[in-house]
């Protein structure tokens, strides 16, 4: 396709529940981010790859929350034991070149994590 | 910490008027800043970025000002239109390395 692509776009969990969100970027795209998104706030960054390396996960708010991208291409954020307080829209986005490039990103149409 | 503030987090202007809104960040290694709309359960879309080696970026209605020295940016809308009615954030990257932080967000509504 032509865009950042996420699945699925709505995903209700009960808490405890582990959950798998998938993103397939841009083809070619050599970058790629996780935001979190809460209502009525800015993206939050969670995580980055440049290719299949995982370069920054500063912004990963437990262990409960893993990222890969194993062979550079689609990528998949694992929640583990989710909590409430995990329910937001999570945001793919892929830039072209590596981060310090100066590239823009394009972003995903996200999913959205409700967690009862 | 890194963090990029972002003013004001409501405007209501009337059709026609100009909108501005206004960034400052922390990181003074950021050198790369975009703007994005984001519509009611859309994706953020890139409306203009600047870089930091020019200090103003216009298209059409939309242009971009940054001043390095203050670290702080500015978006101007002029000619506002309906269709204009958004949230606008702005970001800063890279930021402590390779993220990009966002601003809270501007909810900009254009009346008819």
């Known amino acids: 396709g032509a865009g950042v692509s996420q699945s699925p776009r709505y995903k209700v969990a009960k808490r405890g529940q582990d959950v798998a969100l998938r993103c397939d970027p841009i083809?070619?795209?050599?970058?790629l981010f996780w935001y979190q998104q809460a209502l009525g706030q800015g993206p939050e960054f969670l995580t980055y790859?440049?290719?299949?390396?995982?370069?920054?996960k500063s912004g990963l708010p437990s262990d409960r929350f893993f990222a890969e991208r194993p062979e550079g291409s689609v990528s998949t954020l694992k929640i583990q034991r989710t909590q409430q307080e995990d329910s937001a829209v999570y945001l793919c986005a892929s830039s072209l070149a590596p981060s310090d490039s100066n590239q823009p990103q394009h972003f995903g149409d996200g999913t959205r994590l409700s967690i009862l | 910490g890194e963090n990029v503030e972002q003013h004001p987090s409501t405007l209501s202007v009337q059709e026609g008027d100009s909108a501005v809104i206004k960034c400052t960040y922390s990181?003074?290694?950021?050198?790369?800043f975009p703007w994005y709309k984001q519509e009611l359960g859309k994706r953020p879309q890139l409306i203009i970025d600047?870089?930091?080696?020019?200090g103003e970026k216009k298209d059409q209605r939309i242009a971009v000002t940054l001043n390095k020295t203050a670290k702080h940016f500015s978006l101007h809308i002029t000619e506002t239109q309906p269709e204009d009615s958004a949230v606008y954030f702005c970001?800063?990257?890279?930021?402590?390395?390779?993220?990009?932080?966002f601003g809270a967000g501007t909810r900009l509504f254009v009346k008819a």
């Open positions: 970001a800063a990257s890279p930021t402590g390395g390779f993220k990009t932080i």
């Open positions: 083809s070619g795209h050599v970058s």
């Open positions: 790859f440049q290719n299949e390396a995982q370069l920054d």
């Open positions: 990181d003074s290694a950021s050198n790369y």
């Open positions: 600047i870089r930091s080696n020019v």
